[in-house]
């Protein structure tokens, strides 16, 4: 009788509207393939208790507004739903027409390059995003790029060697064998033997057993793969440190198992590479991310098993190589492991830390800085940013200190769909003498309807005192500030980005904004004409960007920008929406530095001829492997594809039209255009002019007969026959 109830209750379960995958035993291993068809993980109604055997996301559940938002995306049904459900439309050549080629500006008013569009889709998913960019430090010319591409299961690389001027890729990475697929996150950094590395989540699934009990549950490495061309080609990840889940059960009394899981889970990673400490010849890698363990406690309701009552600890640790990535040390906790209650009542504390990042300075100081949300929670009331400092190559630290107390933003602006607390994670840099700087997006205390803005803290005595906050941002707008990058070059300037709404009114699109200190960050201000105009900031994208126009929904455009300098070279990338405004959504890395580069330009020869005349037109600096459109005056003409170095050569044939100078214009898919014209000398309007020149003859007794004047005419249209079926053979063989 006893086992006929707990089979009915387990039938009930079952089929009720639970949303459930069937639980695994030891001896039938069925059910548990991954996430349940028709399950709504970010509902915000979904118990963070759960049946023994369901999704492995439920696990994730307690934390899933604090991880990363490419891995929320990739380990929830809704995510994936967004991503594999977009219909990928390209914009058309008649959609780049009708934008006048205005997507990208030529003639650009800031002090930085035109912008470039340097990733390119393989597939049908229009979406690349979380750039990082790494300088190599023997070749300043020697770029690489770390970025999403959600065409393929892990991160990818670009690679430009002439200073940002043309790129090749997309390389591709690989994930843990074993794993399932990548979660993102990719930061990139060269050392000092022209090696370059990239660090990104690996995601797995992992089996947990309770007595005949198996479930599953996500796990995840932080993987880093390494490459010796520069970032081409990527040997075999290794997992630099791997979460799991850890039972602690004991058999009762009543027949029952009872005790706790505790499940970890390793989020937001970042890579530094700095001097050995003992030997500065010689470099350690270093990579620091979020440690979460969700910790359940075991119950039955009848024979079956539950986890209830999750608690979830966070804390920031590193792990370090000391053989250029081959092997990796232990981890070491960085900061306080902290506690978040669930079910135990508001005045129970909710403390989380998140968003770590590392740098090492030149005599081989490990700090890490990280958020911490302090017990009232993410998200609101009050929070800090935290330092720790290592002088024995991250062993231990010496100094942990608070760089600065600030009123925490929310999961996202008020304004926007996307999720941007990530703007509010430290970023840092560090100076030639001690000088620590760091830069956060902080809720404004003195503006209650402004949801943040750009705030810059520093200490001069390697991170024992500092100064007070300072807001870098100067509009007088409420408009949003976020995900600021920096970076200081040899001679101690300062450089600084960060994503701007305050230039449209509707709080729609932002631009990327640009500032530098050469006083260690008392003022700031960029330099124009010469060094005769001075500006606080200067404006480094040269088309704004909309998010609902980057991703659907505009839910997700990463959680950071990136800058990077040397001593003569300031590089910047960022998400861009300029060619989802011409179709679906569109999401590419766009580029720019601080010189110039060369504009698209096209030759074309002869520059002059009759209507019907053959042209060649040779083009250069155009995006490589798109198509181009030639375009005389208003009217598209011929198309072509660009190669790899950007370049194009074509042939075509004018079509019939009026005598004088006509416009060629040529673009490419990504908005890159160029000018030309052509002067026809003999067009279908000189048949006019010949016979009102006839008359005038005649009028005046040229005795010019009338057959002359009809073999004339023959003459003439004939020709434009010709030049009219020239023209359409010539387009049905391209």
Known sequence: MRSFIVFCILLIIITSNLNLV?????????????????????????????????????????????????????????????????????????MLQSSNSTLFSNINSTIFSRNLIITRDLGKLSFQTEPHLSVNPLNSNHLVLGVIDYNFPSVNSYVSTDGGENWNGPFQTRYLNGDIGSGGDPVVSFDNKNNVYIAYISLGIEDYRIGPFVGESYVSSIAVSKSLDGGKTWENPISSSRSMTETNTKYSSNDQFEGKIMHSFLDKPWLTIGPNKNNVDENVIYVTYTKFDVEYDLFYVHDVPMLINPVVYSSIELVSSFDYGQTWTEPVIVSPVVKQLFGY??????????????????????????????????????AEINIARSDDNGKSFILKNNAALLSEIGFRSRSLNFRSWGAIFPQIALGNNGEVYIVFTEKPPDKDSDDGDIYFV??????????????????????????????????????????????????????????????????????????????????????????????????????????????NYVYVVWPDSRLGEYGSPNQKIAFARLRPISNPTILVDPTSGSSGSEIKIIGSNFQSDKEFYVQLDNIIISSGKINEDGGFETKLFIPVSGAGSHSINVFDTYGNSALASFDVDFGFDTLQDILISSESQDAVDMNISSFDSLILLLFVLILIIMSVLIYFLKKNRN
Do not use: C
């Open 22 to 94: 069937e639980g695994k035993t030891i001896q039938d291993k069925k059910g548990g393939e991954g996430i349940a068809e028709g399950e709504d993980v970010d509902s915000d109604e979904l118990s963070n208790d759960f049946f023994l055997g369901s999704k492995p996301s439920n696990f994730i559940e307690p934390i899933k507004n604090h991880i990363s938002s490419s891995l929320m995306l990739m380990t929830t049904k809704n995510g994936l739903d967004i991503i594999e459900n977009q219909l990928f439309l390209a914009p058309s050549s008649q």
């Open 345 to 382: 009542g508001t005045n129970e504390p909710q403390r989380v830390v998140q968003g770590s990042q590392p740098a090492v300075d030149q005599n081989g100081s490990l700090y890490v800085a990280w958020l911490d949300s302090t017990d009232d929670g993410a998200f609101n009331g009050l």
């Open 458 to 567: 520093s200490s001069f005595d390697k991170g024992e005192n500092w100064n007070n906050q300072q807001r870098i941002n100067q509009d007088d707008t409420n408009r949003f500030q976020f995900f600021p990058s920096i970076s200081t070059d040899v001679n101690g300037k300062i450089h600084l980005i960060w994503g701007d709404f305050s230039d449209d009114e509707n709080e729609a699109s932002y631009h990327i904004y640009y500032t530098v200190s050469e006083n260690q960050g008392i003022d700031w201000g960029v330099e124009f004409e010469n060094n005769e105009v001075k500006s606080y900031s200067s404006k480094v994208s040269d088309y704004p960007s909309n998010p609902n126009f980057a991703f659907p929904g505009g839910l997700f455009i990463g959680d950071y920008f990136s800058i990077q300098v040397t001593d």
